[in-house]
């Protein structure tokens, strides 16, 4: 007769090491697989909605800290400036008498770059009158917005937070990443 194989069938030291080699073989195995699992399900990262309002905290703190390097600017400067709903600070100190620019309508003006720091980067004195269509961008955005605000004769100043000029990259040539922008305009023409 057949009967089912048990550990008390075995002599004690037999019976002994076979338990021990079971619970050996389980060690060894929950160690392989817990070896075998990726580093990111043990750190716990945080999941992407997480993530996303960590990056959103640290773009509140950079625009706040630009706006009060802006503000502290005009202030040293003594200029009196408006602002936009934008961020994009402005000042006509020269008024002209001609039409008032429109979408669509090409501008043709002089005009000066720097960054924050003072230094020249850009201006129509070096490259000629610059021109482009309103409302089809191919400029800063902060520039576009800026021109709506214009008549031709006027001279004006546009401060342009980095968001509203070349953001993060800067402009790959003279213009440096998060750098605010301050054009001095005058619109010669609208076409």
């Not at 200029?79 to 620019?101: C, P, Q, V």
């Not at 402009?171 to 023409?189: N, Q, S």
Request: aromatic letters at 10%; a negative charge; proline letters at 3%.
């Amino acid at each position: 007769m057949i009967t089912a194989f048990t550990y008390n069938h075995l002599p004690f030291k037999m019976h002994k090491l076979t338990r021990l080699n079971n619970v050996f073989w389980i060690v060894t195995l929950l160690f392989f697989i817990q070896s075998c699992q990726s580093p990111r399900q043990e750190k716990n990262e945080p999941d992407a909605a997480t993530m996303r309002e960590n990056l959103l905290g640290a773009n509140a703190i950079l625009l706040d800290a630009e706006d009060q390097e802006i503000r502290d600017f005009i202030s040293r400067h003594g200029w009196e400036m408006k602002e936009t709903g934008s961020g994009l600070r402005y000042m006509i100190y020269h008024e002209g008498d001609g039409e008032k620019a429109r979408k669509d309508q090409i501008a043709v003006f002089h005009y000066s770059l720097r960054l924050i720091t003072g230094d020249l980067v850009y201006s129509s004195q070096e490259s000629g009158m610059a021109e482009f269509r309103l409302g089809q961008g191919g400029v800063e955005s902060g520039l576009e917005e800026g021109f709506k605000l214009l008549r031709v004769g006027d001279k004006a100043r546009f401060i342009l937070p980095s968001h509203l000029a070349h953001g993060v990259p800067g402009d790959g040539a003279k213009i440096p990443r998060r750098a605010t922008l301050i054009y001095d305009i005058e619109l010669a023409e609208l076409k």
